[in-house]
Nanobody, 123 residues
Framework: QVQLVESGGGLVHPGESLTLSCTASGFSYEYYVMGWFRQTPGDDRDYGRERVSCITSDDDRTVYSHSVRGRFTISRDKAKNTVYLQMNGLKPDDTGVYYC????????????WGQGTQVTVSS
């Protein structure tokens, strides 16, 4: 059974930084995508979650949403089955619950999810 355990959320001021981590276990896929989605109040997307960033298991290809590109960086430690999200220049609009995902692509349908970690950006 796939398990995703996240850590690193918290309360920060605008402009500050946070790093989220997500460690996966119990999987046997040769190819997979890991990444981050976030859920903010009033979000009406499917699953109520916005794609933030993903990285592939084979060649570390990355994708970012327009709202975080240039501020967030996703990376992966293959030996530890862990994905990181370095978040710099945080804004109040980045506030939400951040969920780690494992799937065959960077989409929420059919994905495995972590329990979520709260990120709050407030002055």
């Amino acid at each position: 059974q796939v398990q995703l355990v996240e850590s690193g959320g918290g309360l920060v001021h605008p402009g500050e930084s946070l790093t989220l981590s997500c460690t996966a276990s119990g999987f046997s896929y040769e190819y997979y995508v890991m990444g981050w989605f976030r859920q903010t109040p009033g979000d009406d997307r499917d699953y109520g979650r916005e794609r933030v960033s993903c990285i592939t298991s084979d060649d570390d290809r990355t994708v970012y949403s327009h709202s975080v590109r240039g501020r967030f960086t996703i990376s992966r430690d293959k030996a530890k089955n862990t994905v990181y999200l370095q978040m710099n220049g945080l804004k109040p609009d980045d506030t939400g619950v951040y969920y780690c995902l494992m799937n065959v692509d960077c989409q929420p349908y059919g994905a495995h999810w972590g329990q979520g970690t709260q990120v709050t950006v407030s002055s």
